[in-house]
């Protein structure tokens, strides 16, 4: 079939179909997309903000709230620790305060004939110390008080320090310093065999 188109060529309507304009529609759309995507991030911040915040505040209370508790505790503790310090002197007082008069007493028994005491002095050392001086007529008569005193168990082993000879008169003596410390009765230990033939090599060591 052949159609024919009686119309006139100046009245003639040109339709043409043409896709939608995607430039405008981006131009628009995605500073509103953009927007919308900021003040959800925003929004989101914001909301975390105050809930950190608020626990922030919550925390804060608290801890003021447990502040006097938490000094209270500070200060007995302080105390408790002073305390502790002052009963461990004490204790320290009570294991030597008997040892002095036990020590004086000792050595009194353990002076041999022939040999005299002239000071008994504390060294100032921690415990009893004491710094013995006397003299006698012979190192022999030395080393069997050292022996004595070390087969005590109120002592440590003593330590001879000097021993020289001099005149009184016309007598030659001996004068002797040695060093014994006392020993509470919870270290004590008693003195083995070879204590006599440590005091002999001392007294050798001594007179050279």
Request: net charge negative.
């Amino acid at each position: 079939m052949i159609r024919i188109n009686l119309i006139p060529p100046e009245e003639r309507i040109v339709t043409t179909t043409a896709g939608p304009n995607w430039a405008l529609i981006s131009a628009v759309v995605a500073p509103v997309f953009y927007g919308l995507i900021l003040a959800s991030v925003w929004s989101y911040q914001s909301h975390k903000v105050a809930v950190l915040d608020e626990m922030i505040d919550q925390e804060e209370a608290t801890m003021a709230r447990y502040k006097p508790a938490v000094a209270m505790l500070s200060q007995l503790r302080q105390e408790q620790t002073e305390i502790q310090a002052r009963l461990d002197a004490l204790d320290e007082v009570d294991r030597y305060r008997n040892l002095p008069v036990k020590i004086l007493e000792q050595i009194n028994r353990a002076v041999p004939r022939y040999l005299w005491l002239e000071a008994v002095e504390e060294t100032g050392a921690p415990g009893v110390e004491l710094a013995i001086k006397g003299s006698t007529f012979s190192n022999l008569i030395v080393s069997d008080f050292l022996d004595r005193l070390a087969g005590s168990d109120l002592f440590t082993i003593p330590e001879l320090s000097i021993t020289q000879e001099k005149k009184i008169g016309d007598t030659k003596v001996v004068s002797f310093s040695l060093v014994a410390r006392g020993v509470p009765a919870d270290e004590r230990v008693s003195a083995d065999g070879g204590d006599g033939v440590k005091t002999a090599m001392l007294l050798n060591e001594a007179g050279r």
